[in-house]
């Protein structure tokens, strides 16, 4: 990774957490002692939105949701993974190579709330937590 990826990736972040949580990323980043670890539940949950961005549409709520806190929900837009381009984004790319690695990629279960494409359906439980709209 080159410095200048390290910084747009870092820019977005902070883009992200502002609409989020309308709080800057080093504001987040400043939080310690963290003991419940928010922050970097937060953290955490932003790297995961950045992930389905291409797939979704923000929703902005009236007040910060009970789970995540956040000031948006992610709503996704399941037509996005038909939009031309969308296969070589690095988010396409990153949820195409973990659908298929570890023997998920022939599992299909539709009913886990997972990315609604049947080659992201099988995705372990803790990527679909943070890829899937939870309402929150």
Known sequence: MKEKELLEGLKNLDDLSRGDYREPLAGLVAKTPDPDMQAVGRISRLIGVS?????????????????????????????????????????YRTLEYLSDSDGYSNVVNSGDGCIPRARFFSLPRSVCSEVHLRGS
């Open 51 to 91: 992930l389905k961005l291409p797939f979704a549409q923000p929703l902005q709520l009236n007040s910060p949701s009970f789970h995540s806190h956040s000031y948006r929900a992610w709503e996704l837009v399941p037509a996005a993974f038909e939009t031309p381009g969308v296969s070589k984004t690095w988010q």
